[in-house]
């Protein structure tokens, strides 16, 4: 059997206050998913369960290093799920305000690529 890509989701998410990357990154995650059905997954593909399909995720966001991976492969609803954290996304200078918490004026973009994998008998 050899793995095949069925499709590649790309999205974007901020986190404007509180200044989380993890916040900015399942946001990119949650983004790339929000518009898509894979009935392709049981009519083309011949799954029987959406588990059986492999998730790979890659989100490039500032401060990689503090990403909670668990919270933001949690976004995704089915699969067997991976996690890239790379160092990248924005820093766009916003407007710190005390109430919401932020530690700084920083808002943080990251970006995605949300990438379903199967396995195939086909070449």
Not at 71 to 87: D, H, M
Request: no cysteine; proline share 6%; hydrophobic share 45%.
């Amino acid at each position: 059997m050899a793995r095949k890509r069925l499709i590649i989701e790309m999205g974007m998410g901020v986190d404007q206050h509180g200044q989380e990357p993890t916040v900015a990154a399942a946001r990119a995650v949650r983004n790339a998913i929000a518009h898509n059905a894979l009935p392709g997954v049981w009519e083309v593909a011949g799954l029987s369960d959406p588990d059986q399909m492999m998730v790979e995720v890659q989100v490039a966001v500032p401060y990689p290093e503090q990403v909670r991976e668990a919270e933001v492969l949690a976004v995704l609803p089915f699969g067997q799920k991976t996690l890239t954290v790379e160092s990248g996304g924005m820093v766009v200078q916003g407007r710190a305000i005390p109430s919401l918490h932020d530690k700084n004026d920083e808002m943080l973009v990251a970006v995605a690529a949300v990438t379903v994998w199967i396995e195939s008998e086909s070449r």
